[in-house]
């Protein structure tokens, strides 16, 4: 597999540092990963990347390593000699997951190649099959190669999905009262779909799957949504005051009400600490 890469997360765990994880023990860890999905029922690393995704900007507690550890390595956590090494990369990659959601993005009205790049960087990992030809060149666009039928992102948004049934109760009040986060994880669970069997097991219409244009288009968008949830959980933390509610005011992407013609998140609803 290849990954495409994105870099960045906020919230240490661990005792581990926040900030981007290496490319070392990246490598480590999504070969530990390969195998735990493989041999013993855990998550590989696209997966990892969705889960703590979840973790890091859901509401309430802040599940533990004891919450999330067998979710991660399945039948692998207890295993004879299972190595506190591999509990550290997770812990890097949870701290790198919450470095990245704090990176500040890039001026959507900005169309530089060094914007595109930022924000591309803001991805999560993501796991495509490798390319037939060794030999293309590293600058070509990594998914001209993904067959058009590939489920892109459907581990992210399963593992994403897997850490919000961790906190349930406190994501569903979370979307009960916020109608754009409840649209917002109704379309990752239709980015979970792969095959008719699994929408009929879920109560999902299968005609009505994303195809792999659409998939790309809202794993483009998910850096935005999860700052958005990062930023709103701060709001929270800092100011513990009853919370307006949402649906008193405008959807993220809707036009600002002031008139100044920028979308509601990006102007007066901008999340701005003080």
Same mark, same amino acid.
């Given at each position: 597999?290849?990954?495409?890469?994105?870099?960045?997360?906020?919230?240490?765990?661990?005792?581990?540092?926040?900030?981007?994880?290496?490319?070392?023990?990246?490598?480590?860890?999504?070969?530990?990963?390969?195998?735990?999905?493989?041999?013993?029922?855990?998550?590989?690393?696209?997966?990892? &990347?969705?889960?703590?995704?979840?973790?890091?900007?859901?509401?309430?507690?802040?599940?533990?390593?004891?919450?999330?550890?067998?979710?991660?390595?399945?039948s692998a956590l207890s295993a004879k000699g299972s190595p506190q090494s591999a509990i550290e990369l997770l812990q890097k990659l949870r701290s790198h997951v919450a470095w990245r959601v704090a990176q500040p993005m890039a001026d959507e009205d900005d169309e530089s190649e060094e914007a595109m790049l930022q924000d591309f960087e803001l991805l999560?990992?993501?796991?495509?099959?490798?390319?037939?030809?060794?030999?293309?060149?590293?600058?070509? &666009?990594?998914?001209?190669?993904?067959?058009?039928?590939?489920?892109?992102?459907?581990?992210?948004?399963?593992?994403?999905?897997?850490?919000?049934?961790?906190?349930?109760?406190?994501?569903?009040?979370?979307?009960?009262?916020?109608?754009?986060?409840?649209?917002?994880?109704?379309?990752?669970?239709?980015?979970?779909?792969?095959?008719?069997?699994?929408?009929?097991?879920?109560?999902? &219409?299968?005609?009505?799957?994303?195809?792999? &244009?659409?998939?790309?288009?809202?794993?483009?968008?998910?850096?935005?949504?999860?700052?958005?949830?990062?930023?709103?959980?701060?709001?929270?933390?800092?100011?513990?005051?009853?919370?307006?509610?949402?649906?008193?005011?405008?959807?993220?992407?809707?036009?600002?009400?002031?008139?100044?013609?920028?979308?509601?998140?990006?102007?007066?609803?901008?999340?701005?600490?003080?």
């Amino acid at each position: 597999m290849t990954q495409v890469e994105g870099k960045g997360g906020p919230v240490g765990d661990g005792g581990v540092e926040e900030g981007p994880i290496d490319e070392q023990d990246l490598a480590a860890l999504e070969s530990l990963a390969e195998g735990w999905a493989l041999e013993h029922g855990g998550m590989p690393l696209e997966a990892l &990347d969705g889960l703590f995704s979840a973790l890091v900007v859901g509401p309430g507690r802040t599940p533990g390593p004891a919450e999330y550890l067998e979710l991660a390595m399945g039948s692998a956590l207890s295993a004879k000699g299972s190595p506190q090494s591999a509990i550290e990369l997770l812990q890097k990659l949870r701290s790198h997951v919450a470095w990245r959601v704090a990176q500040p993005m890039a001026d959507e009205d900005d169309e530089s190649e060094e914007a595109m790049l930022q924000d591309f960087e803001l991805l999560p990992f993501l796991g495509l099959p490798a390319a037939e030809n060794s030999d293309a060149d590293e600058s070509d &666009d990594p998914l001209d190669h993904v067959p058009r039928d590939f489920p892109i992102g459907a581990l992210w948004a399963s593992g994403f999905l897997q850490g919000v049934a961790l906190r349930a109760e406190d994501w569903s009040a979370w979307a009960s009262a916020d109608e754009d986060l409840a649209r917002d994880l109704e379309d990752l669970a239709r980015l979970t779909l792969i095959d008719p069997a699994q929408a009929q097991e879920l109560g999902m &219409d299968w005609s009505e799957r994303f195809d792999f &244009d659409e998939r790309w288009d809202l794993l483009a968008s998910v850096p935005a949504l999860l700052q958005d949830l990062h930023l709103a959980r701060l709001e929270g933390e800092l100011t513990p005051i009853q919370p307006v509610r949402r649906g008193e005011q405008p959807g993220r992407n809707d036009p600002c009400p002031c008139g100044s013609g920028n979308k509601w998140k990006k102007c007066c609803g901008a999340n701005t600490l003080h």
